[in-house]
């Protein structure tokens, strides 16, 4: 018999008693954040579940994990915690409990309208790392720069390349975006370009959100790398191509990012989302042993991206893409990550890069789509080359099961005007 709530949840949502995600919310403005899972159309408080004495297992009991204000503590904690957690939840929530089900007073105050709360970072992010793992975007984007002879370069089927973000400017979903100021390729014998970017993209992503970490100077086996993983969420990297393309050599990106990458606020955990688990594409050449998996596996989540035009009430999509299409793995990139000893910590945020596929309408930011603004898109009674200023970008994705749907709600964000100097 299938798992089912008491709580009435369409079929169509991303939040049935199977994903149960976490997040961090304010019941009022002036409230302390608290931790909750996602149940249909509610917030779960989990601070007044444990307050009720409710997490009564071996791990989680007495614990004050969930008084905190984001998840860390409860993140640092691993994998048995984790389960621990999700089966009680599990049972509470469930159809033929009463514990919570028969409770008013209980209910009343633990699960709250999700359009009542406000929701917030749900990690402290002490460091943000973005990897570069699709083989298609790879290939596109060297294309677009460096012509089709080689457009990816060797070393990138030996390793998941990656870069070093900025953890200040991540932002929750629905954060507006001020259009960052830079500078561009000279025109000619002219200095370089200064303003308002005039290339500003978005970026499919997903991150993985970090749990127990690693001592300095001690790597993380490959093969035991899921355990160091919480869970996935959305993620918008924007990109101001301009200012990118001008600073990247030879130190790769910096003020082409670091002005804003937003996020979505639940994070769906890896046991939620192993039933959709799938073969990661085969790897040629082979990795070097430390990147060898003895399972190498992806997730089968489908990935979608709208854009609403400055002016206009209905968005238009613009890109499918399907999680499964990135080349190295979750695991991989987060082994590599710690290869040369780096410690990653609780709450640690690993992008996975733009998540194209291999179809045109797959394509995971506008410069592949536009083809660095050479082929404009068309959005309604609109054209794209590039973002500009009103517009919304929406991100979503979710895992189709049988007769239920584990997803991650939305990751939105709408680009202002640039601030002057």
């Known amino acids: 018999m299938a798992l089912k709530s008491f709580i009435q949840v369409h079929p169509d949502s991303h939040f049935p008693i199977q994903n149960l995600p976490y997040g961090v919310f304010k019941p009022q403005p002036t409230s302390p954040p608290r931790p ?3 149940i249909g159309e509610y917030a779960l408080d989990l601070s007044e579940i444990a307050l009720a004495g409710l997490f009564d297992g071996p791990i989680l009991k007495g614990s004050d994990c969930f008084l905190q204000p984001n998840l860390n503590k409860f993140l640092a904690m691993g994998r048995p915690a984790w389960k621990e957690a999700r089966a009680t939840l599990q049972k509470l929530l469930s159809s033929t409990e009463p514990g919570l089900r028969d409770n008013e007073s209980l209910r009343q105050k633990s699960l709250l309208p999700m359009s009542k709360v ?6 402290a992010i002490g460091d943000y790392t973005d990897f570069f793992s699709s083989m298609h975007h790879a290939k596109n984007c060297g294309t677009i720069f460096r012509g089709p ?3 990816i370069p060797a070393n990138w089927f030996h390793l998941p390349i990656a870069y070093h973000g900025r953890a200040s400017s ?3 979903s629905g954060t507006d975006i001020v259009r960052p100021r830079g500078q561009g390729h000279p025109a000619g014998n002219s200095p370089p370009y200064f303003g308002p970017s005039m290339k500003l993209d978005f970026e499919l992503e997903m991150a993985a959100v970090v749990g127990p970490g ?3 100077g001690k790597a993380v086996d490959v093969n035991e790398a899921g355990d160091h993983i919480f869970g996935l969420v959305l993620m918008n990297d924007w990109s101001a191509r301009d200012i990118q393309a001008w600073e990247y050599v030879p130190l790769g990106p910096f003020l082409g990012k670091s002005f804003g990458t937003t996020i979505s606020p639940w994070i769906v955990t890896l046991d939620a989302l192993q039933p959709f688990a799938c073969d990661a594409p085969k790897q040629d050449p082979h990795p070097l042993p430390y990147l060898a998996e003895k399972i190498s596996k992806n997730y089968d989540i489908s990935l979608e991206v709208q854009i609403k035009p400055a002016g206009q ?6 890109t499918r893409s399907n999680f499964k299409n990135l080349y190295w793995t979750l695991t991989q990139q987060l082994a ?3 290869i040369n000893g780096c410690n990653l910590r609780p709450g640690d945020l690993l992008g996975t890069g733009t998540i194209s596929g291999p179809e045109p309408e797959s394509l995971g930011c506008l410069l592949e789509l536009t083809w660095n603004g050479q082929k404009p898109l068309s959005l309604n009674e609109a054209a794209r080359t590039f973002l500009e200023d009103g517009d919304e970008v929406i991100f979503s994705g979710y895992s189709k099961g049988d007769g239920y749907n584990v997803g991650f709600g939305t990751c939105s964000g709408k680009i202002l005007p640039s601030l002057p100097c």
């Open 36 to 38: 909750a899972v996602a």
């Open 118 to 123: 406000e929701m917030l970072l749900p990690v």
């Open 149 to 151: 002879q080689n457009p």
């Open 170 to 172: 991540i932002v929750i």
């Open 214 to 216: 690693n001592e300095l």
């Open 313 to 318: 009430e209905d968005p238009c999509v613009v």
């Open 336 to 338: 590599h990550h710690t």
